[in-house]
């Protein structure tokens, strides 16, 4: 017998049996391969590959070629960076690209090997996917946007007294609609995020007040769950960016499960600081603890960990997905930090607000200026009568049209003071509606709020929508978003700048009430692109802000022609800066801190009359 050890000689194939055999290999294989030697000429091109981009890629062989334009590709191909392309010969496909450096046995370059998979198939399937997401969204929507609005309504007394046992019914019914409502949002979500439709608005972020809205949120919860709910902020903390209604959704959700989880006489506390360029907001419970291996899946779409206690819970697996999505979209990471028994720490964190990122502050309404007609356009009977009922408890006229042929007569006939407006409508497309009205000059002053049922905020705003709700409609917020763009209409504006919000909070909540619409401004910057949107009748202005000051802002205005004439009135209580009393003097007029409200308040209203 021959000595087998590991130091006899292994037979193998001659060199041109190993060559046929590395030409079937490459025959055989089904994503395209092209190599290029080290000049970028084309040394090999498999069938795959051939198939894939069409025959005449035979002619390249020997032929050096340009791999970007030879995929269309807009930049460069980087080494080992894929690249999904487009291409409609020989036939429509989706393809996958990756170039590989080649190093020969010296260490030198020897070329490159381009891969090509085909993934028209995968894509198809998404689309598919999301199609189908929508549409039975939609399908489950429709009658949901009925049944809770209704229900809503019977239990705030709209149909007549009910009784206790009624009551106690229909509440059932209200919180179980609103789960599945929450249920279908998070399925929604994931489509959105999953094939890039998420609309972000990244504006500087206030975290105290995020965390302080979202613990007042669950208090009652905790308190009836014997729970503490506490709140440790860093201060100074600076301002995040982000997106404020999606990172108070990302929150809600971290606290709403430090609640579940954990036993009673337990505490959740909510923490924000800093940490170099970056707002870290962290959420710990004493619960129940999470184990290692379940922690490298806690963020993975439907995994929930497995145990008596989240079975009798319940829930979807999606919530967390959501939360990273959301989270990483932003530029930030998040993470959790958990030992089983020994309670949870689940955290977030963002960049810190460049200079760049500026909030366009809303336009609010006097507090009553409910009145005037609103035109509802649904293709839906039962959906036009729930939001006409809601706008008549308001005070509203109000006509419905369910095409948009209808509609847009109306609009011209009628002039209403608002339109509501679902894109989704049988004999046209909503959004060709919508870029009828604001085209045409007789309706461009109209403000439009569009009321949908898929997610297409940024499509919306972009052909001039007001605002934006997704269905299920929520009551409080459709009504007062009409009132601030009704009341807005013809009430004088003011814009209100101070970085002490509990100054600004109080003179918007008085001239409202007084029946003017107000813009608040919490610096310079903010104040600009609130003028760029809305043009204010008078400005309120602090001297003394960050980012940039209301010396700064009195420059900008009163440099500019469409802006020099609106009046400036300057709050201060700091000493004049002497080298600037140039722009001061711009200024309509000069009050000193502290000042009362209401006196400030009857000066605006004096100095306007004065003015008018």
């Given at each position: 017998?021959?000595?087998?050890?590991s130091?006899?000689?292994?037979?193998?194939?001659?060199?041109?049996?190993?060559?046929?055999?590395?030409?079937?290999?490459?025959?055989?294989?089904?994503?395209?391969?092209?190599?290029?030697?080290?000049?970028?000429?084309?040394?090999?091109?498999?069938?795959?590959?051939?198939?894939l981009?069409?025959?005449?890629?035979?002619?390249?062989?020997?032929?050096?070629?340009?791999?970007?334009?030879?995929?269309?590709?807009?930049?460069?191909?980087?080494?080992?960076?894929?690249?999904?392309?487009?291409?409609?010969?020989?036939?429509?496909?989706v393809?996958?690209?990756?170039?590989?450096?080649?190093?020969?046995?010296?260490?030198?370059?020897?070329?490159?090997?381009i891969?090509?998979?085909?993934?028209?198939?995968?894509?198809?399937?998404?689309?598919?996917?999301?199609?189908?997401?929508?549409?039975?969204?939609?399908?489950?929507?429709?009658?949901?946007?009925?049944?809770?609005g209704?229900?809503?309504?019977?239990?705030?007394?709209d149909?007549?007294?009910?009784?206790?046992?009624?009551?106690?019914?229909?509440?059932?019914?209200?919180?179980?609609?609103?789960?599945?409502?929450?249920?279908i949002n998070?399925?929604l979500?994931?489509?959105?995020?999953?094939?890039g439709?998420?609309?972000?608005?990244?504006?500087?972020?206030?975290?105290?007040?995020?965390?302080?809205?979202?613990?007042?949120?669950?208090?009652?919860?905790?308190?009836?769950?014997?729970?503490?709910?506490?709140?440790?902020?860093?201060?100074?903390?600076?301002?995040?960016?982000?997106?404020?209604?999606?990172?108070?959704?990302?929150?809600?959700?971290?606290?709403?499960?430090?609640?579940?989880?954990?036993?009673?006489?337990?505490?959740?506390?909510?923490?924000?600081?800093q940490?170099?360029e970056?707002?870290?907001?962290?959420?710990?419970?004493?619960?129940?603890?999470?184990?290692?291996?379940?922690?490298?899946?806690?963020?993975?779409?439907f995994?929930?960990v497995?145990?008596?206690?989240?079975?009798?819970?319940?829930?979807?697996?999606?919530?967390?997905?959501?939360?990273?999505?959301?989270?990483?979209?932003?530029?930030?990471?998040?993470?959790?930090?958990?030992?089983?028994?020994?309670g949870?720490?689940?955290?977030?964190?963002?960049?810190?607000?460049?200079?760049?990122?500026?909030?366009?502050?809303?336009?609010?309404?006097?507090?009553?200026?409910?009145?005037?007609?609103?035109?509802?356009?649904?293709?839906?009977?039962?959906?036009?009568?729930?939001?006409?009922?809601?706008?008549?408890?308001?005070?509203?006229?109000?006509?419905?049209?369910?095409?948009?042929?209808?509609?847009?007569?109306?609009?011209?006939?009628?002039?209403?003071?608002?339109?509501?407006?679902?894109?989704?409508?049988?004999?046209?497309?909503?959004?060709?509606?919508?870029?009828?009205?604001?085209?045409?000059?007789?309706?461009r002053d109209?403000?439009?709020?569009?009321?949908?049922?898929?997610?297409?905020?940024?499509?919306?705003?972009?052909?001039?929508?007001?605002?934006?709700?997704?269905?299920?409609?929520?009551?409080?917020?459709?009504?007062?978003?009409?009132?601030?763009?009704v009341?807005?209409?013809?009430?004088?504006?003011?814009?209100?700048?101070?970085?002490?919000?509990?100054?600004?909070g109080?003179?918007?909540?008085?001239?409202?009430?007084?029946?003017?619409s107000?813009?608040?401004?919490?610096?310079?910057?903010?104040?600009?692109?609130?003028?760029?949107?809305?043009?204010?009748?008078?400005?309120?202005?602090?001297?003394?802000?960050?980012?940039?000051?209301?010396?700064?802002?009195?420059?900008?205005?009163?440099?500019?022609?469409?802006?020099?004439?609106?009046?400036?009135?300057?709050?201060?209580?700091?000493?004049?800066?002497?080298?600037?009393?140039?722009?001061?003097?711009?200024?309509?007029?000069?009050?000193?801190?502290?000042?009362?409200?209401?006196?400030?308040?009857?000066?605006?209203?004096?100095?306007?009359?004065?003015?008018?």
């Amino acid at each position: 017998m021959p000595d087998n050890g590991s130091d006899a000689p292994r037979s193998v194939a001659s060199q041109g049996d190993q060559c046929e055999r590395i030409q079937a290999i490459l025959a055989a294989t089904a994503d395209g391969l092209i190599v290029l030697d080290a000049a970028g000429c084309v040394e090999l091109v498999n069938p795959a590959a051939a198939t894939l981009l069409g025959h005449a890629v035979d002619n390249l062989l020997g032929e050096p070629v340009d791999v970007q334009s030879l995929f269309g590709l807009d930049e460069p191909l980087e080494n080992g960076v894929a690249a999904e392309v487009e291409i409609a010969e020989p036939a429509h496909r989706v393809l996958l690209v990756r170039m590989n450096r080649v190093t020969g046995h010296d260490g030198m370059p020897a070329g490159h090997v381009i891969s090509v998979h085909d993934i028209t198939a995968e894509r198809e399937a998404a689309v598919m996917k999301n199609e189908f997401v929508s549409m039975v969204s939609h399908e489950l929507r429709t009658p949901l946007t009925s049944i809770k609005g209704y229900v809503d309504l019977i239990v705030d007394g709209d149909a007549g007294e009910i009784n206790e046992i009624q009551r106690e019914f229909l509440g059932i019914v209200q919180e179980n609609s609103d789960r599945l409502v929450s249920l279908i949002n998070d399925i929604l979500d994931i489509s959105r995020i999953e094939s890039g439709r998420v609309h972000l608005r990244v504006e500087p972020l206030e975290m105290s007040e995020i965390i302080q809205g979202v613990a007042d949120t669950f208090r009652a919860v905790a308190a009836s769950a014997d729970i503490e709910l506490k709140c440790r902020v860093e201060e100074p903390l600076p301002r995040a960016a982000g997106d404020r209604d999606r990172i108070g959704q990302v929150l809600m959700n971290l606290v709403s499960n430090a609640i579940k989880y954990s036993p009673g006489g337990g505490s959740v506390t909510i923490e924000a600081r800093q940490e170099g360029e970056e707002v870290v907001v962290s959420v710990s419970d004493t619960g129940i603890g999470i184990a290692p291996d379940d922690q490298e899946r806690l963020f993975t779409k439907f995994y929930r960990v497995d145990s008596s206690l989240t079975r009798d819970i319940g829930g979807t697996g999606l919530g967390l997905s959501i939360c990273k999505s959301v989270v990483e979209l932003l530029g930030g990471d998040v993470g959790c930090d958990s030992e089983a028994g020994t309670g949870s720490t689940f955290w977030f964190s963002l960049p810190v607000a460049s200079c760049e990122v500026v909030r366009k502050p809303e336009l609010e309404g006097p507090l009553e200026s409910a009145g005037g007609l609103v035109l509802v356009v649904d293709r839906e009977p039962s959906t036009c009568d729930l939001i006409g009922t809601y706008l008549r408890k308001r005070g509203y006229e109000v006509e419905y049209a369910h095409d948009a042929e209808v509609a847009h007569g109306k609009a011209l006939r009628l002039q209403p003071r608002a339109i509501t407006l679902d894109v989704m409508l049988e004999d046209d497309d909503g959004f060709e509606l919508l870029h009828q009205l604001k085209d045409d000059p007789r309706t461009r002053d109209i403000p439009v709020v569009v009321l949908s049922i898929v997610c297409d905020e940024g499509r919306s705003l972009r052909l001039g929508a007001a605002n934006y709700l997704e269905k299920p409609i929520d009551q409080a917020r459709l009504t007062r978003i009409v009132d601030d763009l009704v009341g807005g209409q013809e009430a004088p504006l003011v814009l209100v700048v101070d970085d002490d919000r509990a100054i600004v909070g109080a003179m918007s909540s008085m001239l409202r009430a007084k029946g003017f619409s107000v813009i608040s401004a919490y610096d310079g910057q903010e104040a600009m692109a609130a003028i760029d949107e809305h043009r204010p009748a008078l400005i309120l202005l602090d001297l003394c802000m960050p980012v940039m000051d209301g010396y700064q802002v009195i420059q900008e205005v009163k440099s500019t022609e469409e802006t020099r004439d609106i009046p400036i009135v300057v709050m201060t209580a700091h000493r004049i800066d002497r080298e600037r009393t140039d722009l001061l003097a711009m200024a309509a007029e000069q009050l000193k801190k502290p000042f009362a409200v209401e006196d400030l308040v009857e000066r605006v209203e004096q100095f306007l009359a004065e003015e008018g």
